[in-house]
DNA sequence: TTGTGTGAAACTTTTCACAGCG
DNA sequence: CGCTGTGAAAAGTTTCACACAA
């Protein structure tokens, strides 16, 4: 999902696989869960199923870690969470800005799951000259005049994108010219970043998209499909939507 | 990410693999920036800049599909659209319930890209009685108590989670048994479900995670390593304690 | 000549299954 | 004996490179 993904060769000595990178925090999760309960010990197991893995992958992916766990028992809780905590980067505070306080952006602002794990909202940031100074999530917007000034004040590392796809490419910019090097994009755009930057993507379209085209195929199981036969004519000038041309938008 | 995973062995005729049904809506999206532009034709090169991959990977993507391509031309916009859209389901209409108006709901609601790509928003639900009744983006929401009446009378299959964590699981429970058989969730805990139902989730916290990673990594890179070394000792020289203190150590 | 379509190779991720530590 | 840790096999995904259709 990530466009600078041009990374390190890096199969080195320390290569964590991408694919288990992207679980440690839902075990983490998990961890968290049960160390708030205070449960000391947990199986290789029960933790997988917690996390919604199954116990193989888990043990694997713990592997690459280190030996964390003890035979025969299991793994302890509170060291787990502090070995995965440190692994992510999480035993340090990551000041984030936000840009683009819609309904979205203030929605992330509000999101507990920032605080909780790391992440400090360091500035909600917005074109409109309106918003400057309105309070969102207890903290005050601020114009994007300012935005350099506030990544540099704050030492600001990780970017959050939440602007209409038109003005994304152009904040991006600015982001990474002022010096984020990771970026998360909410905006329904391809993102172009320098050799070196980090960008993950969060798009509802798409993850809805997807959903559809598995419900679909529930739908179309039992009979003979209709919507399944070979495609029509490949000839240009005929089709043009027959029943299906769209619409076609998109948020601006 | 999808929790029923267990999707049929599935290896009959039709197997479009996962990981190219994930870069379909990508294309779709790339595709109709440019069938806004009346641009007629790309090449596979052109397209698979425009949606962030490469062109290889896109070539092998649509061979999934069919050739829908011209050698020594490219590929006709128009008709690749329609054929994405076919393939994700998107030439008919899905209705959609958003539970949990919040921050997040609302700005679900809100967000332009449901209406403009085959889904539509045909109810907004929320446990808060006073919610009940206020409009949110032009819908009145509506009582969690409607909940299965609503899904049953607008024949609706794919429902969004936007409630807190503990909330998730029991809406989940709900929404299934009402018939729905697909879910979005952006509750940060893991949803269980019978088989024949699919989950996707999105997880901020996640994504920003992965990011934390990575740009603890990239920080760490010119240097002789100093969070990078044996974490802070502790009673660990001997193999690890049951009783949980921090730090103990290392690699492979 | 151009750029698709695709076997085959390379690489990544998941699953299996079991040795061996506690 | 129970459960981790891990080689080895299987499955899935990406990349390569080129035959060949238009």
Known sequence: MATGRTHRPATRSRGIPEATV???PLYLRAL??????????????????????????????FSYLGSYGTRGVGYDVEYLVYQISRELG???????VI???GNLGAALANYGGFAS??????A??????AMAGKPVAGISV??????????????VSIGVIATPAGAAQQVCDRLVAAGITSILNFAPTVLSVPEGVDVRKVDLSIELQILAFHEQRKA????????????????KSDRKGPDGDLPAVMPA
Chains 1, 2 share one sequence.
């Open 124 to 129: 909600l940031i917005d074109a409109d000259p």
């Open 117 to 122: 794990r790391g992440f400090r909202v360091a």
């Open 142 to 155: 601020q114009h994007t005049d300012e935005l350099e000034r506030i990544i540099d004040d704050n030492g």
């Open 32 to 61: 968290t869960a049960l160390s708030e309960r205070s449960v000391p010990t947990v199986s290789s197991e029960e933790l997988a199923a917690a996390a919604g893995v199954n116990s193989a992958k888990l043990r694997k992916d």
């Open 90 to 96: 999480l035993t340090q505070d990551w000041p984030v």
């Open 220 to 235: 179309g199981e039992g009979e003979a499909a209709e919507d399944r036969l070979p495609p029509p004519p490949a000839t």
């Open 22 to 24: 992207a679980r440690l």
């Open 99 to 101: 840009v683009g306080i």
